[in-house]
């Protein structure tokens, strides 16, 4: 051995045996390439968390805004990173004293949930964040599903738990009242056990953030179970993993410009308008506080309380689905900002009608796509210098497509589908791209480094998640020449009428562009000649109920519209509001359920 490689050997050996590391460090004399390697690794790189970014803003910056807030008392609360970060940390000790490893959290968008998340993360635990709006049996089954030890509720939803709570009554509950007090009388249970972990931590040597984990030992470790919707079956437990955390928190600063902000604001002024539990808030929880930003956390959506926060706190950035969108655009606060606040929308493709509106007022959207299982947003629609000399129509209809793959991934791909003996989509097998001529339809897969690690004991749904060593988004979708991609449905939303392919995203697209119509969805009917049909549920403009007719709008789609004739639905159904998801995306299997006659519930 060189005298050179011996003294690689000792260097490694004695460096490796300080790591905490499971592999052993060999013994001098013995040294291995795989030794050689994993030292020459280890010394110019970290393991990746997005807890890390708590920590590093409230050194950099700890007196600068983190969090605005109106609480359940109706009082505003505005806390420094300093604090936030104190009480992450409090809750972290509170969890390792008491050894709590996998934490739900049952929640609407609170100081709570965001200090929850960091500090879960610090302890090295996993976050298991639901959909508070679920039914109580939905709630307890993924509770039970994802063998959580302990609960952070929001004082509001807490009698959710009551069917949970009597199968496992030695699972503590951790309360937030969500209160201005943090001790006293108004505190709750949530505010006592940062208290508690913080003592803790003095009574065991003040370690502080260097106790815990914002540097994990494994960046492949989970950070995160994300419960997917569960519409057609139950929800799937979507493994997230400190590392892609960290890389798609990273992604959405860049993408979303996170790090640009109107000349009134004095740092990014983020809005929660988007649920927390929802692909844990699309790792914006972690993005906006890498750039040291403030969140104004929402209780819930009220239209006029957003203007006012987008009037006099200078909101720079929020994430919103286009119905989201359309509703605020709709509201009778709406005025044109007076600096541009950046949006970022996705949930379900947007109309090029939605985005002149925004643009009209000042809120300029950037198009995102993805899934819970790509940690929500992968995909940008990229806006290009010279589409400003393009058509009104053509450059908004270009800023509505799903784009391209996010620079902290690969590419996005739509590769050949077949129909299936049911008359759904399925892959070929093999994994052959679509052409890029914006015609040939392909289903939307992705490879990189922000796809889910797979589905929670559940190894069936993750091998036919990455089947073909492709993610699987089910979404289909056409590859424009320019490598953009642009969704036309989900796969079971497609009408197929007499042979023919009908996108419902673009007929919906249609629709909202007569004067008075506001949301619309269309679903498929069944059709004794021609197989299916189109059929629309709309809602129509403030001040137009009653103005308007099913019939008026199909006779318009027919005469003033530029689609082909076949694709105008046969029937148009006015409703007061559409049933929507928590995050605002449309729920099409309650209307496909309410075509068939089906009993209506919101």
């Not at 013994?27 to 390439?33: I, L, M």
């Not at 806390?79 to 739900?104: I, N, W």
């Not at 209780?299 to 987008?310: C, D, G, N």
């Not at 519209?561 to 559409?578: A, C, G, K």
């Amino acid at each position: 051995m060189s005298s050179a490689i011996k003294r690689l050997s000792d260097f490694a050996g004695h460096l490796l045996s300080a790591q905490p590391s499971a592999t052993a460090a060999p013994a001098a004399g013995s040294v291995t390439d795989a030794a050689i390697e994993e030292f020459t690794h280890r010394h110019h790189i970290h393991q990746l968390s997005p807890t890390f970014f708590l920590w590093r803003a409230a050194q950099i910056e700890p007196d600068a805004t983190a969090i605005y807030h109106k609480t359940a008392n109706g009082k505003i609360l505005r806390r420094s990173y300093q604090e936030a970060a104190d009480r992450a940390r409090g809750l972290a000790y509170f969890l390792r004293k008491h050894h709590l490893k996998r934490v739900g959290i049952l929640s609407t968008n609170t100081p709570a949930f965001l200090e929850s998340i960091f500090g879960i993360g610090a302890a090295g635990a996993v976050n298991v964040a639901i959909n508070y709006r679920l039914k109580k049996e939905d709630i307890t089954y993924i509770f039970e599903h994802a063998d959580v030890d302990s609960i952070i509720v929001d004082a509001e939803f807490q009698s959710l738990l009551d069917e949970f709570k009597q199968k496992h009554p030695h699972v503590p509950l951790i309360v937030d009242t969500d209160t201005d007090a943090t001790e006293g009388e108004l505190s709750g249970p949530f505010d006592q056990a940062v208290l508690e972990g913080l003592i803790y931590d003095r009574e065991n040597g003040s370690k502080g953030w260097a106790g815990l984990e914002t540097e994990v030992k494994d960046e492949e470790g989970l950070i995160a179970l994300a419960y997917t919707s569960g519409t057609t079956a139950k929800p799937k437990g979507v493994e997230y993993t400190h590392r892609s955390a960290y890389l798609a928190a990273v992604g959405n600063v860049i993408e979303s410009g996170l790090n640009s902000w109107p000349a009134r604001a004095d740092r990014c002024h983020y809005l929660w308008t988007l649920p927390m539990f929802h692909a844990m808030g699309w790792t914006f929880p972690w993005s906006v506080t890498a750039v040291r930003g403030t969140h104004y956390c929402l209780r819930k959506i009220e239209y006029p309380e957003i203007w006012r926060l987008l009037k006099d706190e200078a909101i720079s950035h929020f994430n919103a689905a286009p119905t989201v969108n359309t509703l605020l655009c709709a509201d009778p606060n709406a005025e044109r900002l007076p600096e541009p606040v950046r949006v970022t929308v996705a949930a379900s493709p947007p109309t090029a009608h939605l985005f002149e509106t925004m643009e009209n007022l000042n809120l300029m959207p950037v198009h995102v796509y993805g899934l819970t299982e790509t940690y929500g947003p992968i995909t940008k629609g990229y806006h290009m210098p010279s589409w400003r000399e393009l058509a009104t129509k053509d450059k908004y209809a270009k800023m509505a497509r799903q784009g391209h793959g996010f620079v902290v991934s690969l590419p996005a791909r739509v590769i050949k589908t077949k129909m299936d003996e049911a008359g759904g989509w399925e892959s070929n097998g093999e994994i052959v791209d679509v052409n890029k001529d914006g015609k040939e339809i392909g289903e939307i897969v992705f490879v990189g480094n922000i796809c889910a690690k797979g589905y929670y004991k559940d190894a069936k749904a993750t091998r036919k998640l990455f089947q073909g060593g492709v993610l699987h988004s089910g979404d289909l979708a056409v590859w424009h020449p320019d490598g953009a991609i642009q969704i036309l449905d989900r796969a079971k939303d497609i009408i197929i009428s007499g042979g023919e392919n009908i996108s419902s995203v673009a007929l919906e697209g249609m629709l909202v562009t007569h004067p008075d119509i506001l949301e619309a969805a269309c679903v498929a009917v069944a059709d004794s000649h021609w197989g299916e049909r189109p059929k629309a549920f709309v809602t129509v403009k403030s001040g137009k109920q009653g103005q308007v007719t099913g019939e008026q709008i199909i006779q318009w789609a027919k005469e003033q519209s530029n689609i082909s004739r076949f694709m105008v639905p046969r029937e148009v159904e006015i409703l007061d509001e559409l049933p929507k998801t928590s995050t605002g995306k449309l729920r099409k299997n309650v209307l496909r359920d309410w075509a068939k006659g089906g009993q209506r519930e919101m």
